[in-house]
Structures are given as C-alpha cells and as structure tokens.
T-cell receptor, first 112, second 111 residues
C-alpha cells in the first residue's frame, strides 16, 4: 500500500543547477498534481495532469516543466534552480474530480 | 490565488475540548474538502462534503457547508494531543480539475 511515492526526500542545489523530482502512484489514478508549500502561503499548484497524455499549468508554473511519463509517473523538472524555488514540493493524485487527493510525503528542496 | 481562507490561523486548546475551524471561499464549488498535515508530513484527506450536502460526520469530525454564505466549518470533538496538526480546507471548483487550498489553521492540543 505505497500510495504516492516521491523521491528524493531532501535535496540541496546550487543556483543554476537542474534536477528532476520524481513521483509515482500505484492506485491507478487518472489525475496527478505538483504543489509547492511555503510558510504563510499555503499550497500553490505548479502543474497538473488531468489524465495520461495531458499536462496543464497551475498558479505558479514559471521555472518548472513536467512530464507525465505514463499513468503512474509524473515528474517535475527545475531546469535552472533559483533561491526562490526553495520550498517543500508535494505530489498528489486522485482517481477523478469529486474525489480527494492522496499526497506523497514531500521533497524538501533548498537552493543556495 | 487562494480560494479558501481558514479562520483562525492558530488555535490552542486543552485535551477533551472541542476545536472549531472555519473556511470561507469565493466562487461556486462542486465540493469542499478538509485535510490534516502533521509537521513535516504530507497532507491527509479527512472528509469531503458535496455542494448539495449541509452536514457530514466521520468519527469525531463534523463538517458543515453553507453555500449561501460560501463557508464551511470543521468541528473536532473531544480533542486529543494527537490531533495537533495544521488543517486545510480545499475547494473543488465547478469546471476545474484541481483543488485550491487555503493557508490552514494550526491546531495545538495540550495534554
């Protein structure tokens, strides 16, 4: 009963470096999401994939790209990391609209 | 931008007391959901209430929804120290595929 698995759990990057955050779910969910959580800001949507083969921008997409590799996996890429991208990143999935999300445990990213 | 706004931002109570958190939102919704987040962890789905429902119960949780006032409340009865966490409301807006989260209420339950 793994649910949503995110890797890595922690990462420190230097400004300008790139990295990919991985997310996989084993619940056969159609929709997957990437949020970032910053103190006092709540959760903000970066990108989402309503179904396999589609991706759409959320509230704060600048500086990020995503890939829905297959139904299980949805990755988030930072091409050139900036200190403003220091945050906790959460991946989530759900079967369809009108259902709740299942969240991963998060990736704590620090950009120095 | 945030759709839901929780109130209060922080709440401190004693074990055994009830805790009430409120959420206000701005647009038409299909449903409203409440989540819990323990420190350093991911969010956990607690309860979903649909726009045509007024009240829903799950164990010690009671959620109400007033679509005319665009507001919801989460009541946790007989609180325990283990209920210490942040609680978020999230709205599922009509015509959208995503949830919009509020900034949360931090609940501290002291033994």
């Amino acid at each position: 009963n793994a649910g949503v698995t995110q890797t890595p759990k922690f990462q420190v990057l230097k400004t300008g470096q790139s990295m990919t955050l991985q997310c996989a779910q084993d619940m056969n969910h159609n929709s997957m999401y990437w949020y970032r959580q910053d103190p006092g800001m709540g959760l903000r949507l970066i990108y989402y994939s309503a179904s396999e083969g589609t991706t759409d921008k959320g509230e704060v997409p600048n500086g990020y790209n995503v890939s829905r590799l297959n139904k299980r996996e949805f990755s988030l890429r930072l091409e050139s990391a900036a200190p403003s991208q220091t945050s906790v990143y959460f991946c989530a999935s759900r079967a369809s609209p009108n259902y709740g999300y299942t969240f991963g445990s998060g990736t704590r990213l620090t950009v120095v | 931008s945030q759709q839901g706004e929780e109130d209060p931002q922080a709440l401190s109570i004693q074990e055994g007391e009830n805790a009430t958190m409120n959420c206000s939102y701005k647009t038409s919704i299909n449903n409203l959901q409440w989540y819990r987040q323990n420190s350093g962890r991911g969010l956990v789905h607690l309860i979903l209430i649909r726009s045509n429902e007024r009240e829903k119960h799950s164990g010690r949780l009671r959620v109400t929804l007033d679509t005319s006032k665009k507001s919801s409340s989460l009541l946790i009865t007989a609180s325990r120290a283990a209920d210490t966490a942040s609680y978020f409301c999230a709205t599922d807006e009509s015509g959208y595929s995503t949830l919009t989260f509020g900034k949360g209420t931090m609940l501290l339950v002291s033994p």
